[in-house]
């Protein structure tokens, strides 16, 4: 039973839902280009979300009923919308044409990078902390088929396991799902390769946008993405991070999207649906993680500085804010709706929506202790430390960062004539714009008081492939 | 030439990121039941003080932060996380539930500015029973003994600024440089039993500054990486008074601080000594040579790998039992063409390692101070690697192979 548990659930995540998906989203006849990616990222939301609203709707049933339920929506979807499913095929001939034009020794280095981390997840056990808990609590939702214990300032077993986070269930979903119905052994090893299933798109994806927007195959932003040793070092310890940069990236190719195909009209049917599948995809970047937020304020700040600064000479100002203001509207009430019963949880029990460590009392009750401790452990006591030794990793901990960074300037440099002549909405003008934004979000933050970044440098994770795209964009001029 | 520097390029990223992941194939040493996240020999990096623990039998443990992995164990746990913890502020006595309380290398505040600090720095209180990798069990006394111990006082001085930090030393004039190897003197350190020490060390720090202090307890005779303790100190304006507890042998070491940025003093810097009365094993009585077979023609040149060959075409199961501290490396490899020819020119150790997580079946058992049997079959055609490894209380592995036995049999066996 365990094997065809395994083979339901491998078509489930990595076949029918992104299929159904893809089917939908071409049912609407919206004008957006990377389907394909935004079926994937959305198949990784929508599977632990149903699975996790299964438990709070009927827990302690057998994993076969979850494993049921959580593919007869997308089963459900691919029959009404079948007319559209050979779309989705036909998307792998795109493969096609890729594998004609490969660079076989790129290739082969990308195939050694996923061998590798394959190799390591076989031999190799779980190393960091973050990744222990996620899979411990993931082991506790599988073996208890509820969730009601989550969030808790106390211990949840006898164990002593401690869930204070306001963190919604979606990454800890994700691998419990995978876990389910399957032996112990099958059933880690399958929860880490969804985990590092993302990795893996976000690679592929970065892939497709270089090849529909440059036409060339070009292997650069995947590779160094990858090669980034904080993102190799998440992929193999099963880190959340890669979870939160896919889907912060599909935000930032909705964003992109949507203002290259701008309609001049107020909302129409299509603006209406587009915004709804970008308050979805903000929705499940909150559902992995808090920090998914971030994704939210960045995309909405561009979009909303782009969105007024173009249409500024075309409509009034009283029109375009008609316009405006419901989209916004809509993507939030769309994004809130996706995590409200783990937002209303995580109010009960902390009196907060967002929180992490605040939460723990000891902490409160020591909090100048601590915040001497924490200070002093990252090395971040003062504002200028803060810059120094936490943000400006991205440069000089090239043990972190890799050599990206160094080559997102020299890229920055090389182009500097096209960014001031060109139009904004072209990928790489729009990726500097954002990379930009998000930066400048962060030392605002940082200097209103906000350590998260400093604190930790993975929180600067989400907009690596977007700088790595930038730099894979300029690699032909960075050689020359 | 642009190709060849983009090959390079390419090249240099993979192996540059990887490279740390290949250095940590030796540190972590190997497993077999890696698949397996919450059963507790899956976590092989904790595996000495896992099975320590279900040695000891202990059922309520308090753990300090980065105890996470102790979820997989079978102790009943309080995290320092957990809301009971507020209670132990107004009533330290409360911590007397617990059997003991482990903490690691985290120095959280709860630490070192509560009460508890009082009771794991304190001999009738607890007594230290474990301490290696940063981790430390310390299990409390419940019954309020009287223990005496030897206190000896070491002059500290400062003898470097390098790299922004400030180095201060015990034994400067024996030892005035960390980079070069000293004359061996011992004249100011106490001459102690031979045996195991529980001590524990105090002192008082004044900081300029709130500031980070490294505090490390090096073995005398070794000039690098040879750590008895490693703690972080955090430190506030001031004066500090600051407590910390180690294992350690009846041999020399000495005292390194070093303080980022700010200088610090040192003064009343004291050390007392506490004899352990467990019984530790004779370091002479380590494996039984006889039995080791070096692979015919190898290179391999180490006093820690015992090889055992099955030139049979029958399996054979080698059978041993052992006593002794630390962890033991078992390891199996088919004796096919590459194999062989890597193996004849591998020069050490670590390729030899190498080449065994990508090809060999390995496992890594914790000995303790009961007595344990191994059982390993040997397949046809192939060699076992036992490696005893060390850490700082034994710098030879500290094992006795009781009794050793090689059954030939059939793969059915």
């Known amino acids: 039973m365990t094997y065809i548990y395994l083979i339901i659930k491998i078509l489930?995540?990595?076949?029918?839902?992104?299929?159904?998906?893809?089917?939908?989203?071409?049912?609407?006849?919206?004008?957006?280009?990377?389907?394909?990616?935004?079926?994937?990222?959305?198949?990784?939301?929508?599977?632990?979300?149903?699975?996790?609203?299964?438990l709070r709707v009927f827990p302690y049933q057998h994993s076969g009923f979850y494993i049921l339920l959580t593919i007869?929506?997308?089963?459900?979807?691919?029959?009404?919308?079948?007319?559209?499913?050979?779309?989705?095929?036909?998307?792998?001939?795109?493969?096609?044409?890729?594998?004609?034009?490969?660079?076989?020794?790129?290739?082969?280095?990308?195939?050694?990078m996923i061998f590798f981390i394959m190799l390591w997840f076989l031999k190799k056990p779980l190393l960091g902390n973050d990744p222990l808990q996620y899979f411990y609590l993931s082991n506790l939702i599988d073996n208890l088929k509820?969730?009601?214990?989550?969030?808790?300032?106390?211990?949840?077993?006898?164990?002593?396991?401690?869930?204070?986070?306001?963190?919604?269930?979606?990454?800890?979903?994700?691998?419990?799902?995978?876990?389910?119905?399957?032996?112990?052994?099958?059933?880690?090893?399958?929860?880490?390769?969804?985990?590092?299933?993302?990795?893996?798109?976000?690679?592929?994806?970065?892939i497709i946008v270089l090849y529909k927007e440059t036409t060339r195959f070009n292997f650069w932003a995947s590779l160094l993405l990858l090669t980034t040793p904080l993102c190799l070092s998440g992929a193999l310890e099963c880190h959340i991070d890669s979870s939160r940069m896919l889907l912060f990236f599909a935000s930032f190719l909705l964003v992109y999207e949507y203002l290259k195909n701008v309609s001049e009209k107020i909302i129409f049917q299509k603006d209406v649906i587009y915004f709804l599948i970008l308050g979805t995809s903000f929705g499940f970047s909150w559902f992995y993680h808090s920090s998914g937020i971030l994704t939210y304020v960045i995309?909405?700040?561009?979009?909303?500085?782009?969105?007024?600064?173009?249409?500024?000479?075309?409509?009034?100002?009283?029109?375009?804010?008609?316009?405006?203001?419901?989209?916004?509207?809509?993507?939030?009430?769309?994004?809130?709706?996706?995590?409200?019963?783990?937002?209303?949880?995580?109010?009960?029990?902390?009196?907060k929506i967002l929180a992490d460590l605040e939460n723990i009392k000891i902490i409160n009750f020591m909090s100048d202790e601590y915040k001497m401790y924490f200070d002093l452990s990252r090395g971040i006591k003062t504002l200028c430390d803060k810059f120094v030794f936490g943000i400006f990793k991205i440069f000089t901990e090239i043990s972190i960062f890799g050599i990206v960074y160094f080559l997102f300037i020299i890229s920055l440099f090389l182009s500097i004539k096209m960014i001031k002549t060109n139009n904004i909405l072209t990928i790489y003008n729009f990726s500097i714009f954002f990379v930009f934004i998000f930066y400048l979000f962060v030392v605002f933050a940082t200097i209103a008081g906000v350590g998260t970044f400093a604190f930790n440098p993975r929180y600067l994770l989400q907009i690596h492939p977007i700088v790595c795209l930038v730099v894979a964009l300029q690699m032909k001029r960075i050689w020359r | 030439?642009?190709?060849?520097?983009?090959?390079?390029?390419?090249?240099?990223?993979?192996?540059?990121?990887?490279?740390?992941?290949?250095?940590?194939?030796?540190?972590?040493?190997?497993?077999?039941?890696?698949l397996n996240d919450f059963n507790k020999k899956d976590q092989n990096y904790f595996l000495k003080l896992f099975s320590f623990l279900e040695e000891r039998n202990y059922k309520k443990a308090f753990v300090l932060r980065d105890g996470e992995f102790l979820t997989y164990s079978n102790l009943n746990i309080q995290h320092i996380f957990d809301d009971k913890t507020i209670d132990f502020t107004n009533d330290i006595n409360k911590i007397y539930d617990f059997d003991c309380i482990i903490s690691n290398h985290y120095n959280d505040p709860i630490f070192y500015k509560t009460k508890l600090n009082d009771i794991i720095n304190q001999y009738d209180k607890s007594s230290l029973v474990f301490d290696d990798l940063g981790y430390k069990v310390f299990e409390l006394n419940k019954t309020n003994n009287t223990i005496n111990s030897e206190g000896f006082k070491f002059d500290v001085s400062e003898i470097d600024f390098l790299k922004n930090s400030y180095f201060y030393l015990t034994h400067k004039n024996e030892y005035p440089s960390l980079l070069a190897k000293p004359d061996i003197k011992y004249d100011e350190f106490p001459i102690l039993e031979d045996g195991f020490y529980d001590c524990i060390c105090d002192m008082e720090i004044i900081a300029n500054e709130d500031s980070i202090v490294l505090f490390s307890i090096l073995n005398y005779e070794s000039y690098r990486n040879n750590y008895i303790l490693k703690d972080t100190l955090y430190l506030k304006k001031g004066k500090n008074n600051i407590s910390t507890r180690f294992l350690t042998t009846s041999k020399p070491f000495r005292c390194l601080f070093s303080s980022k940025k700010h200088p610090i003093s040192i003064e009343n810097f004291k050390i007392n000594f506490y004899k352990k009365e467990n019984?530790?094993?004779?370091?002479?009585?380590?494996?039984?040579?006889?039995?080791?077979?070096?692979?015919?023609?190898?290179?391999?040149?180490?006093?820690?790998?015992?090889?055992?060959?099955?030139?049979?075409k029958n399996f054979k199961l080698i059978n041993m039992d052992l006593v002794g501290d630390?962890?033991?490396?078992?390891?199996?490899?088919?004796l096919n063409g590459i194999n062989k020819f890597l193996l004849k020119n591998s020069f050490n150790n670590f390729l030899i390692k190498i080449l065994?997580?990508?090809?060999?079946?390995?496992?890594?058992l914790s000995i303790g101070q009961k007595s344990k049997i191994i059982e390993k079959n040997i397949p046809p055609n192939s060699i076992l690697f036992l490696q005893f490894k060390k850490n700082h209380m034994n710098e030879n592995a500290n094992f006795v192979i009781q009794n050793i036995k090689i059954i030939n049999g059939s793969e059915n066996d």
């Open chain 2, 1 to 34: 030439m642009i190709r060849f520097l983009k090959k390079s390029l390419i090249f240099i990223l993979i192996f540059y990121g990887i490279f740390y992941y290949i250095l940590q194939i030796d540190y972590f040493s190997f497993n077999d039941l890696r």
């Open chain 1, 299 to 351: 995309c909405m700040g561009v979009f909303s500085i782009i969105f007024l600064l173009n249409q500024r000479k075309e409509m009034s100002f009283y029109v375009m804010l008609k316009k405006y203001i419901p989209l916004i509207f809509l993507t939030t009430l769309t994004m809130v709706l996706i995590v409200c019963v783990d937002l209303y949880n995580s109010f009960k029990v902390h009196g």
């Open chain 2, 326 to 334: 630390g962890e033991v490396f078992l390891s199996t490899l088919n």
């Open chain 1, 72 to 112: 007869i929506p997308f089963v459900s979807l691919l029959v009404l919308k079948a007319k559209f499913f050979r779309f989705f095929l036909n998307e792998f001939c795109m493969l096609k044409s890729i594998a004609k034009k490969i660079n076989k020794f790129s290739f082969f280095c990308f195939l050694f």
């Open chain 2, 356 to 364: 065994l997580f990508f090809n060999g079946d390995s496992s890594v």
């Open chain 2, 279 to 312: 019984k530790f094993y004779d370091l002479n009585q380590i494996y039984p040579k006889t039995y080791s077979m070096l692979f015919d023609g190898g290179n391999i040149k180490s006093n820690t790998l015992i090889f055992f060959q099955n030139k049979d």
């Open chain 1, 12 to 54: 489930n995540i990595f076949f029918i839902a992104p299929a159904s998906i893809y089917a939908f989203l071409c049912s609407t006849q919206i004008k957006i280009r990377y389907n394909i990616i935004y079926s994937y990222v959305f198949a990784f939301g929508l599977i632990p979300w149903f699975y996790i609203l299964l």
């Open chain 1, 146 to 206: 509820e969730i009601s214990f989550y969030p808790s300032t106390t211990a949840v077993d006898e164990r002593g396991f401690v869930v204070p986070w306001s963190h919604p269930l979606g990454y800890p979903g994700l691998l419990a799902w995978g876990r389910l119905g399957l032996s112990k052994d099958i059933g880690l090893f399958f929860a880490k390769i969804c985990s590092f299933s993302m990795t893996f798109f976000l690679a592929l994806a970065l």
